[in-house]
């Protein structure tokens, strides 16, 4: 079975600064990557996908950009980040055909 | 374009019957997934119906009516630890090698004592 990491599990950064969150996945290869924004007490935000190593989609305009080097990687970042940037940052992959397997999260605060 | 709906809030009392009721706008239809997602945490996967009819997992069912696209999670003997958010969701249309999700909202469920 495989299992998603992400770094870090909370941040608090200051507007205006960098950012780059990791997600790395174990037990699978080639695998589809999602990276969702939850804001407080709302739903998923589906930001990027890649279904393989290079290949990124845009699903929404914004301040945030998405890479992924190796196979197992998925990298999100920004060179500025906003206020509206803070939010649960969540990494997925795909679990059988019809289901999608979250990892732990990161919890983005931008003060 | 593609659009999922169900109520915010939901509050029962333990050992009752609760349904989430969620109903879908898609341009294709792959089937109705169910996530579970407690205050902190991540997602996780509860169900999967892709046929019209009801699917049972112990105190979970979930419903699929493809004709009203319209489905349902039911839960039941309610416990104080099913208290957490609840996330419709289907394939996105083109997602046959994406997999893309589009979620419903999340209702949050309060189970009182």
């Known amino acids: 079975s495989q299992t998603i990491h992400q770094w870090p599990a909370t941040l608090v950064q200051p507007v205006g600064s960098p950012l780059s969150l990791e997600c790395t996945v174990e037990g699978t290869s080639n695998p589809n990557l999602y990276w969702y924004r939850q804001a407080a007490g709302r739903g998923l935000q589906l930001l990027f996908y890649s279904v393989g190593i290079g290949q990124i989609s845009s699903e929404v305009p914004q301040n945030l950009s998405a890479s992924r080097p190796q196979d197992r990687q998925f990298i999100l970042s920004s060179k500025k980040l906003l206020l509206s940037d803070s939010g649960f940052y969540l990494c997925?992959?795909?679990?059988?055909?019809?289901?999608?397997?979250f990892g732990p999260g990161t919890r983005l605060l931008v003060l | 374009g593609q659009s999922l709906e169900q109520p915010s809030e939901v509050t029962a009392v333990e050992g009752a019957i609760v349904q989430i009721n969620c109903t879908y706008q898609t341009s294709g239809f792959y089937g109705l997934s169910w996530y579970q997602q407690h205050d902190g945490g991540a997602p996780t996967f509860l169900s999967y119906?892709?046929?019209?009819g009801l699917e049972e997992t112990g105190r979970f069912s979930s419903f699929l009516s493809r004709s009203d696209s319209y489905g349902y999670l039911l839960l039941q003997e309610l416990q104080m630890k099913d208290s957490a958010s609840y996330f419709c969701?289907?394939?996105?249309?083109?997602?046959?090698?994406?997999?893309?999700?589009?979620f419903g909202q999340g209702t949050t469920l309060q189970v009182k004592p």
């Open positions: 969701a289907v394939r996105d249309r083109g997602s046959s090698n994406t997999g893309k999700l589009i």
């Open positions: 119906n892709a046929l019209d």
């Open positions: 997925a992959s795909p679990q059988g055909q019809e289901t999608q397997y």
